[in-house]
């Protein structure tokens, strides 16, 4: 079976840094997404990961340890937009299967 | 580059009735997939076609559920005798062969009454 665990909210201050966990334990493992949900939305890419270590994409970094099961999505310099819900997502052979999701709140 | 479109937006039905949504996913994306997603959740696999091949269908897909994708073009989802159980987002997502990042459509919310 797959059980992927993520936080259910977390909220920070504009300009702040947020760091949003996800574990898991899945019968197949070929990558690690992180995708932006804004309510009512479609999920939208954030960042992919295959290998351990940090991937950089602007704002946004993601980090992935295989051997502990572990990754987290880093947002930096926090903008009121980023106010959303962020799915950890991992990929077995073709398809994905998500957490519950993370809401974060940006507070002025 | 116009994105996955998916139509209708919303659905109200009565229970009992049958609904049927539609999936149009990026121009030459090979791939396509058909998630469900209830309030608080993450997306749940559906179901998973490789050109107008069929691969893959999830428990949650009960038999009262059918895809299909008759070209390798658009998808259709259908479900007969709809149940207030059935009350979800119903997301479509498409990936090009060599590339693993699926890109969601807008979805479509169905409400059961």
């Known amino acids: 079976g797959q059980n992927i665990d993520q936080p259910t909210e977390m909220t920070a201050t504009e300009g702040a840094i947020v760091q949003i966990n996800c574990t898991y334990q899945?019968?197949?493992?070929?990558?690690l997404f992180w995708y932006q949900q804004h309510a009512g939305e479609a999920p939208t890419f954030l960042s992919y990961?295959?290998?351990?270590g940090l991937e950089e994409k602007g704002r946004f970094s993601s980090f992935l340890s295989r051997s502990k099961g572990y990754s987290y999505l880093l947002l930096k310099e926090l903008q009121m937009k980023d106010s959303a819900s962020y799915l950890c997502?991992?990929?077995?052979?073709?398809?994905?299967?998500f957490g519950a999701g993370t809401t974060v709140t940006v507070r002025a | 580059d116009t994105g996955v479109s998916q139509d209708p937006r919303h659905k109200i039905t009565k229970r009992g009735q049958n609904v049927t949504f539609r999936c149009d996913p990026i121009?030459?994306?090979?791939?396509l997939y058909w998630y469900r997603q209830t309030l608080g959740q993450g997306p749940e696999f559906l179901t998973y076609?490789?050109?107008?091949?069929?691969?893959?269908k999830s428990r949650l897909l009960s038999d009262r559920f059918s895809a299909e994708r008759p070209k390798g073009s658009f998808s259709t989802l259908e479900i007969q005798r709809t149940e207030q159980g059935d009350s979800a987002m119903y997301l479509c997502?498409?990936?090009?062969?060599?590339?693993?990042?699926?890109?969601f459509g807008p979805g479509t919310r169905l409400t059961v009454t």
């Open positions: 997502a498409s990936s090009p062969i060599h590339s693993y990042e699926q890109y």
């Open positions: 899945t019968s197949g493992f070929n990558g």
């Open positions: 990961n295959v290998l351990d």
């Open positions: 997502a991992v990929r077995d052979d073709y398809k994905l299967s």
């Open positions: 121009s030459e994306h090979n791939r």
């Open positions: 076609f490789q050109n107008e091949a069929q691969l893959e």
